[in-house]
């Protein structure tokens, strides 16, 4: 045990990262209180919805999940992945091959955040997470969302089925962000 | 849009698992670690493999049709079990949420918060009015996203989206709103990305928060794209509002709602 003080950052982070949800939730029952808010009916009220909604997204992500984990079962991530790596040592940027270990993690990290999340290990087992590709890995992994599910969940939660520019803009956002990764990498950590 | 990409992963999907499997029957036997992983996986739950399980497992070592066609099967099985296993584990947070929701709505907690950053709300979604709920609930969602609140986050964003859906003329199309909304929402504005530090802490790192001035950069940089890229695209012809609704309903309605509210007493 240590004081207060003497923690490392990333434990004072820890910390305080948990500590926001119980005083988030004084604050909202203090204020209530103040306000003379009748709370437990008001909480049961809203609880309701979180029943219903959860519910309706069902079939949505059904769905979503199933083409999804089918796609990444027949094996075609891995199999690309060694394509490129072979072309980039024909077009002589072999040099730049361990980079692509990252390529699998920026295809993956829209579709799948589990998938995400094993191809990350994965990178950490191999090149450590303190090394260059390790740092790139987090960078890019902390950047991101995994934008097909969060897409599914909330169109699925009001029955929208036409999504119009959304994925697309989505997409290029995620683009952005993995790029931003790979470049900001290059700039802070190589 | 989503229906072809939805429509080709599929194909893709199986088709290249066939030709896989039609690949690997002409070179010779080399099941995928894919397959090895998961029968690994299912003998684990069942305990000992007997002698059946184990006379199985040779005959998909054999015959790289049967592990793909297996494989494939199994996982669309799993998939759909494991998406409903997600909705049902989502019940007990949202009701927790939005209950919680709920009272600092009561209270004019959701409020003050849309009103402190009513300029930042109005310039992002001009088409939501004024002290519309979908505000508040937006905002709560944003700030739960950038403390890295991933479990508060989703039934906040929930709810915010049935208050857009409020405001949706059309029901089933998404309005702009919506699109801008899920644009900045999934590029992840992270001011302490507390998953990635628990990834990277799990895995011996000497400095599990030095990737997080990396983080924050790229995560500005791909909000800023989604913003920019939503408006953008939504001009497109192609992603307009269907039957020659109005592009963006009820942005008229400040204006009007303003007057309305003056006209009231």
Known sequence: MHSLFEMPFREVMD????????????????????????MYESFVTGAKEGFDVAVMIIPYLVAMLFVIKVFMASGFFDDLKTAVVWVM???????????????PLALIRPLSGSGAQGVLNDIYSTHGPDSFIGLM??????STETTFYVITVYFGAVQ???MRHTLPACLIADAAGIIAAVVLAYILFA | MLNKIWCALLILGIGYGF?????????GPSPSRTVLDQEADSGKEEGVPDEKTRADQAKIERNPFLAMGKSLTDTSVQ?????????????????????????????????????????????????????????GAMLMNISANMLGLGNAATPLGLKAMRELQTLNPTK???????????????????????????????????????PLAGILMATIVS???????????????????PQGLPQSPPIQTRSSTDRAEKQEP
């Open chain 1, 15 to 38: 910390t305080f990262s948990q500590w926001v949800i119980p005083v988030v939730m004084l604050l909202i029952v203090v204020w209530a209180a103040l306000k003379r808010v009748p």
């Open chain 1, 89 to 103: 040592g024909h077009m002589g940027l072999g040099a730049y091959t361990e980079t692509l270990d990252v390529l």
């Open chain 1, 137 to 142: 890995a987090s960078t890019m992994m902390g």
């Open chain 1, 160 to 162: 929208v089925k036409k």
């Open chain 2, 19 to 27: 030709a896989k499997a039609v690949y690997r029957s002409v070179t």
């Open chain 2, 79 to 135: 998939a759909a079990e494991s998406a409903v296993a997600i909705c049902i584990g989502l019940i007990g947070i949202m009701a927790l949420w939005l209950g919680m929701l709920n009272v600092a709505k009561d209270a004019g907690l959701v409020d003050a918060l849309a009103r402190a950053l009513r300029p930042a709300v109005r310039w992002l979604f001009p088409d939501v009015p004024d002290g519309h709920p979908a505000q």
């Open chain 2, 172 to 210: 089933e199309t998404a309005t702009n709103a919506m699109a801008t909304f899920l644009a900045i929402n999934t590029s992840s504005v992270t001011l302490i990305p507390m998953t990635i530090i628990g990834y990277r802490v799990a895995n011996q790192s000497d400095n599990p928060v030095e």
């Open chain 2, 223 to 241: 909000t800023t794209v989604a913003i920019l890229a939503v408006r953008f695209l939504a001009r497109w012809r192609i992603f307009a509002m």
